[in-house]
Nanobody, 128 residues
Framework: QVQLVESGGGSVQTGGSLRLSCAAS????????MGWFRQAPGKEREFVAT????????EYTDSVKGRFTISREFVKDTVYLQMDSLKPEDTAVYSC?????????????????????WGQGTQVTVSS
C-alpha cells in the first residue's frame, strides 16, 4: 500500500504561483510512476503531469507545458508540482497518484486508470 497526502493548494490571482506537494509513505517509490491529475467543477478528471521515479522522465499535458514543473525528492519521498503563470482555467482539485512502473511509454501513464493509489486532493483556485 502507498499512502499519498497532498498539500500546498490555495487561492491566487492570475499570473501567480503555487507549489503542490505529495508526500508518500508505505512503500518505496522506486517502482512507481507518480502523476498529478485535476478535476474542475462539472468536468472529468484530467491528466496534468507524470514523473518516473527512477529516471525522472516527465510528461505534461499541452495546456501546462512551460508553466508547470513536476519534480521529485528522494529523501522525502515527495513529488512536487510547481505551477507558475496560473490561469483561471487551472482552477480545480489537484490529486496525486501512483502507478506501478511497467516501463511503458509515457503516454501509458496519462490514463488515470493506470493508477492504483490516490491522494485526497487539494483545491487550487485562480481568480482573474
Amino acid at each position: 500500500q502507498v499512502q499519498l497526502v497532498e498539500s500546498g493548494g490555495g487561492s491566487v490571482q492570475t499570473g501567480g504561483s503555487l507549489r503542490l506537494s505529495c508526500a508518500a509513505s508505505g512503500r518505496t517509490l522506486s517502482s512507481y510512476v507518480m502523476g498529478w491529475f485535476r478535476q474542475a467543477p462539472g468536468k472529468e478528471r484530467e491528466f496534468v503531469a507524470t514523473i518516473r521515479w527512477n529516471d525522472g522522465r516527465t510528461e505534461y499535458t499541452d495546456s501546462v507545458k512551460g508553466r508547470f514543473t513536476i519534480s521529485r525528492e528522494f529523501v522525502k519521498d515527495t513529488v512536487y508540482l510547481q505551477m507558475d503563470s496560473l490561469k483561471p482555467e487551472d482552477t480545480a482539485v489537484y490529486s496525486c497518484a501512483a502507478a506501478v512502473d511497467w516501463n511503458y511509454s509515457g503516454n501509458y501513464y496519462k490514463n488515470q486508470r493506470r493508477y492504483n493509489y490516490w491522494g485526497q486532493g487539494t483545491q487550487v483556485t485562480v481568480s482573474s
